[in-house]
Protein backbone atom coordinates (compact mmCIF):
# COMPACT_ATOMS: atom_id res chain seq x y z
CA UNK A 1 0.00 0.00 0.00
CA UNK A 2 0.85 3.61 -0.50
CA UNK A 3 0.56 6.46 2.27
CA UNK A 4 0.79 9.85 1.15
CA UNK A 5 0.66 13.10 3.11
CA UNK A 6 0.47 16.36 1.76
CA UNK A 7 2.24 19.88 3.14
CA UNK A 8 2.71 23.39 2.16
CA UNK A 9 -0.99 25.10 2.21
CA UNK A 10 -1.50 28.50 3.33
CA UNK A 11 -2.50 31.52 2.74
CA UNK A 12 -2.04 33.90 -0.19
CA UNK A 13 -2.88 36.73 -2.04
CA UNK A 14 -3.85 36.67 -5.80
CA UNK A 15 -0.44 36.79 -8.12
CA UNK A 16 1.31 34.91 -5.45
CA UNK A 17 2.99 31.40 -5.55
CA UNK A 18 2.82 28.27 -3.23
CA UNK A 19 4.15 24.51 -3.40
CA UNK A 20 2.71 21.73 -2.83
CA UNK A 21 4.81 18.41 -1.56
CA UNK A 22 3.55 14.74 -1.21
CA UNK A 23 5.43 12.52 0.54
CA UNK A 24 4.94 9.20 -0.28
CA UNK A 25 5.77 6.11 1.69
CA UNK A 26 4.95 2.22 1.20
CA UNK A 27 7.36 -0.70 -1.00
CA UNK A 28 5.30 -0.24 -4.05
CA UNK A 29 5.64 3.89 -4.54
CA UNK A 30 7.78 3.46 -7.17
CA UNK A 31 5.40 1.87 -9.63
CA UNK A 32 2.31 4.10 -8.61
CA UNK A 33 1.87 7.15 -11.08
CA UNK A 34 1.29 10.47 -8.94
CA UNK A 35 -1.88 13.03 -9.47
CA UNK A 36 -2.99 16.30 -7.82
CA UNK A 37 -6.61 16.98 -7.23
CA UNK A 38 -8.63 19.82 -6.05
CA UNK A 39 -12.22 20.29 -4.17
CA UNK A 40 -13.48 23.84 -3.88
CA UNK A 41 -16.77 23.94 -1.28
CA UNK A 42 -19.69 22.82 -3.17
CA UNK A 43 -18.06 21.64 -6.18
CA UNK A 44 -17.09 17.93 -7.24
CA UNK A 45 -13.31 17.25 -6.99
CA UNK A 46 -11.30 17.74 -10.31
CA UNK A 47 -8.26 16.96 -11.56
CA UNK A 48 -5.67 19.30 -11.60
CA UNK A 49 -2.29 17.63 -12.79
CA UNK A 50 -0.58 14.03 -13.00
CA UNK A 51 3.07 13.03 -13.57
CA UNK A 52 4.26 9.45 -14.78
CA UNK A 53 7.56 8.61 -12.48
CA UNK A 54 8.54 5.70 -14.63
CA UNK A 55 8.53 7.72 -18.44
CA UNK A 56 8.08 11.46 -16.82
CA UNK A 57 5.21 12.04 -18.93
CA UNK A 58 3.05 15.05 -17.17
CA UNK A 59 -0.51 16.24 -17.93
CA UNK A 60 -2.40 19.52 -16.78
CA UNK A 61 -6.39 20.31 -16.81
CA UNK A 62 -6.60 23.38 -18.80
CA UNK A 63 -7.43 25.85 -15.82
CA UNK A 64 -4.05 25.69 -14.61
CA UNK A 65 -1.80 25.12 -17.74
CA UNK A 66 1.25 27.67 -18.06
CA UNK A 67 0.60 28.38 -14.36
CA UNK A 68 1.58 25.23 -12.38
CA UNK A 69 4.11 22.82 -12.98
CA UNK A 70 3.99 18.99 -11.39
CA UNK A 71 7.77 17.64 -10.38
CA UNK A 72 8.64 14.74 -8.86
CA UNK A 73 11.76 13.62 -6.66
CA UNK A 74 11.90 10.10 -6.67
CA UNK A 75 14.82 10.00 -3.99
CA UNK A 76 12.95 11.25 -1.66
CA UNK A 77 9.69 9.62 -3.11
CA UNK A 78 8.32 13.57 -3.05
CA UNK A 79 5.92 15.34 -5.72
CA UNK A 80 5.90 18.50 -5.79
CA UNK A 81 2.64 20.93 -7.43
CA UNK A 82 4.42 24.80 -8.19
CA UNK A 83 1.39 27.07 -8.19
CA UNK A 84 2.18 30.28 -9.83
CA UNK A 85 -0.13 33.16 -11.01
CA UNK A 86 -2.81 32.11 -8.47
CA UNK A 87 -6.19 33.45 -8.55
CA UNK A 88 -8.93 33.34 -6.02
CA UNK A 89 -10.49 30.50 -8.22
CA UNK A 90 -7.51 28.19 -7.63
CA UNK A 91 -9.18 28.41 -3.75
CA UNK A 92 -9.94 24.50 -2.44
CA UNK A 93 -8.54 21.76 -1.09
CA UNK A 94 -5.79 19.76 -2.73
CA UNK A 95 -4.88 16.25 -2.79
CA UNK A 96 -2.34 14.18 -4.05
CA UNK A 97 -3.08 10.43 -4.77
CA UNK A 98 -1.55 7.26 -6.42
CA UNK A 99 -3.00 5.15 -9.47
CA UNK A 100 -1.58 2.18 -11.03
CA UNK A 101 -2.46 3.22 -14.20
CA UNK A 102 -1.76 6.73 -16.24
CA UNK A 103 -5.16 8.42 -15.56
CA UNK A 104 -6.69 12.15 -15.15
CA UNK A 105 -9.66 9.84 -13.66
CA UNK A 106 -11.14 10.54 -10.05
CA UNK A 107 -12.06 6.77 -9.72
CA UNK A 108 -8.93 5.11 -11.18
CA UNK A 109 -6.99 6.11 -7.88
CA UNK A 110 -6.05 3.93 -5.05
CA UNK A 111 -4.40 5.80 -2.34
CA UNK A 112 -5.51 9.70 -1.51
CA UNK A 113 -3.66 12.08 1.45
CA UNK A 114 -5.64 14.09 3.67
CA UNK A 115 -5.50 16.82 1.74
CA UNK A 116 -3.65 21.03 2.49
CA UNK A 117 -6.34 23.70 2.05
CA UNK A 118 -4.72 26.43 -0.49
CA UNK A 119 -6.80 30.25 -0.17
CA UNK A 120 -6.11 32.92 -2.54
CA UNK A 121 -7.74 36.40 -1.63
CA UNK A 122 -8.66 38.91 -4.12
Known amino acids: QVQLVESGGGLVQAGGSLRLSCAASGRTFSSYHMGWFRQAPGKEREFVAA????????YYADSVKGRFTISGDNANNTVYLQMNSLNPEDTAVYYCAASRVWSRRYGEYDYWGQGTQVTVSS
Open 51 to 58: ISWSGGST
